[in-house]
């Protein structure tokens, strides 16, 4: 493996044979006719042949004492830079780093469904670890799905190719809100095994846990699957307030159990998306969407965990979005890192912003759109690194890897 930044990520137990690796991954392929799954207790998903400990077979992992795991994660440039500490370099991950960009993800995905790929703890470690061992990026995310929670409620729903998520029965009515029952950790035992596995195969670098944020999932559960204009949403939010209201007051709940159960599982952050909060006009944000994000801060507050708050097209929500409660604001390309920070006001730490399209221009424009984004982050209290939404699925991977390397080494103090 070619060297990395010290203590930014797993190491290889030296001594211990290396397996062979799959397109590229250091995880072997499961056996033919064995398909990755949480029932098989042999040839467990690991890094370069660090061995993970497991529970025995039927027992849920126990959670870890301190969310942020030793020494070495806590002083981590990714969480230094969230706290709005010193930092080495400028930290770097990129949102949907674990996914279709990687011949590796393709491999281990082929013939799996997206919700089942989820559920299924030795390949969500896989999945996890192929961009810190590719691009050696500054920190981890949870790979899951935000609507995972939902699936392990009982709603009916499904993520379906070329689409999304698709709800077959879109909530709509009072008495569909009795659909939306508590989530407990034995719907997620899963969860709590991945990230059990993950923490111990990442070594010091740090794990981001997520959630989709209440507005974002309403929008999927009332439109009843992806949507340009949000009309049933918006219905509801204009038409029936208290409904509306009811309706993320729950899922705020709901999202914040599955945020616990990340954090207590070892998750040393938390990002909370709210993809879709950019259609809607501050003043209807500040009215019928911030009380249910605020709700899921609150609720994980005490965990001490940094928590990132980030939507696309929020513009003009930065600053609500940071009253919400969130430690860390993540921008996307539309606005400079200097007028978001004016925006969002002192105290809170930044994360973004280069336009993902930019990684398909070649390498010299990479470089020059990257300067800029830190040019203006130059004056912030702290700054991660990220693009400004997720990375595109026809992405060259090694366009991610020479952007973090860039980013190092432009930044290194």
Same mark, same amino acid.
């Given at each position: 493996?070619?060297?990395?930044?010290?203590?930014?990520?797993?190491?290889?137990?030296?001594?211990?044979?290396?397996?062979?690796?799959?397109?590229?991954?250091?995880? !072997?392929?499961?056996?033919?006719?064995?398909?990755?799954?949480?029932?098989?207790?042999?040839?467990?998903?690991?890094?370069?042949?660090?061995?993970?400990?497991?529970?025995?077979?039927?027992?849920?992992?126990?959670?870890?004492?301190?969310?942020?795991?030793?020494?070495?994660?806590?002083?981590?440039?990714?969480?230094?830079?969230?706290?709005?500490?010193?930092?080495?370099?400028?930290?770097?991950?990129?949102?949907?780093?674990?996914?279709?960009?990687?011949?590796?993800?393709?491999?281990?995905?082929?013939?799996?469904?997206?919700?089942?790929?989820?559920?299924?703890?030795?390949?969500?470690?896989?999945?996890?670890?192929?961009?810190?061992?590719?691009?050696?990026?500054?920190?981890?995310?949870?790979?899951?799905?935000?609507?995972?929670?939902?699936?392990?409620?009982?709603?009916?729903?499904?993520?379906?190719?070329?689409?999304?998520?698709?709800?077959?029965?879109?909530?709509?009515?009072?008495?569909?809100?009795?659909?939306?029952?508590?989530?407990?950790?034995?719907?997620?035992?899963?969860?709590?095994?991945?990230?059990?596995?993950?923490?111990?195969?990442?070594?010091?670098?740090?794990?981001?846990?997520?959630?989709?944020?209440?507005?974002?999932?309403?929008?999927?559960?009332?439109?009843?699957?992806?949507?340009?204009?949000?009309?049933?949403?918006?219905?509801?939010?204009?038409?029936?307030?208290?409904?509306? !209201?009811?309706?993320?007051?729950?899922?705020?709940?709901?999202?914040?159990?599955?945020?616990?159960?990340?954090?207590?599982?070892?998750?040393?952050?938390?990002?909370?998306?709210?993809?879709?909060?950019?259609?809607?006009?501050?003043?209807?944000?500040?009215?019928?969407?911030?009380?249910?994000?605020?709700?899921?801060?609150?609720?994980?507050?005490?965990?001490?965990?940094?928590?990132?708050?980030?939507?696309?097209?929020?513009?003009?929500?930065?600053?609500?979005?940071?009253?919400?409660?969130?430690?860390?604001?993540?921008?996307?390309?539309?606005?400079?890192?200097?007028?978001?920070?004016?925006?969002?006001?002192?105290?809170?730490?930044?994360?973004?912003?280069?336009?993902?399209?930019?990684?398909?221009?070649?390498?010299?424009?990479?470089?020059?759109?990257?300067?800029?984004?830190?040019?203006?982050?130059?004056?912030?209290?702290?700054?991660?690194?990220?693009?400004?939404?997720?990375?595109?699925?026809?992405?060259?991977?090694?366009?991610?890897?020479?952007?973090?390397?860039?980013?190092?080494?432009?930044?290194?103090?």
């Amino acid at each position: 493996m070619p060297g990395r930044l010290s203590g930014t990520g797993p190491r290889r137990r030296e001594g211990h044979p290396r397996r062979p690796a799959l397109s590229g991954s250091c995880t !072997a392929a499961p056996p033919a006719g064995r398909p990755w799954g949480p029932g098989r207790r042999t040839g467990r998903a690991r890094l370069a042949g660090v061995s993970a400990n497991t529970s025995p077979k039927g027992q849920t992992p126990t959670a870890t004492p301190d969310p942020v795991r030793n020494d070495a994660v806590r002083e981590s440039a990714f969480l230094k830079a969230c706290r709005r500490e010193p930092v080495p370099h400028t930290p770097v991950w990129f949102m949907r780093q674990a996914g279709r960009s990687l011949p590796e993800y393709r491999k281990v995905r082929e013939g799996i469904g997206m919700l089942d790929s989820c559920m299924r703890p030795e390949l969500v470690t896989e999945i996890t670890l192929q961009p810190v061992r590719r691009h050696h990026v500054d920190a981890a995310i949870y790979f899951s799905d935000i609507v995972v929670p939902l699936k392990a409620i009982g709603i009916d729903l499904d993520i379906k190719p070329g689409i999304g998520p698709v709800v077959e029965q879109p909530v709509r009515t009072r008495a569909d809100l009795a659909r939306l029952r508590d989530l407990t950790p034995e719907d997620v035992s899963y969860v709590t095994e991945a990230i059990g596995m993950l923490t111990r195969e990442l070594g010091s670098t740090p794990l981001i846990g997520f959630a989709g944020a209440p507005f974002t999932l309403a929008s999927y559960l009332v439109e009843g699957g992806p949507s340009r204009t949000y009309e049933n949403a918006k219905a509801m939010m204009y038409g029936d307030p208290e409904l509306w !209201a009811d309706l993320l007051d729950r899922l705020a709940d709901i999202t914040a159990a599955f945020l616990d159960v990340q954090i207590r599982a070892g998750a040393s952050a938390v990002q909370l998306f709210d993809s879709w909060a950019g259609a809607l006009a501050p003043s209807d944000y500040r009215r019928s969407v911030l009380p249910a994000s605020a709700k899921v801060f609150r609720a994980v507050a005490g965990h001490g965990v940094p928590r990132i708050h980030f939507g696309v097209g929020t513009g003009e929500l930065l600053g609500l979005m940071g009253e919400a409660g969130a430690d860390i604001v993540g921008v996307d390309w539309r606005v400079p890192m200097d007028e978001a920070a004016r925006r969002v006001g002192p105290g809170k730490a930044l994360q973004g912003n280069l336009d993902p399209t930019v990684l398909f221009a070649g390498r010299e424009a990479v470089e020059t759109k990257a300067r800029e984004v830190l040019d203006t982050a130059a004056g912030l209290e702290g700054h991660i690194f990220n693009l400004g939404h997720g990375v595109m699925p026809s992405t060259d991977p090694d366009a991610l890897t020479r952007l973090v390397e860039y980013v190092h080494t432009q930044t290194a103090r």
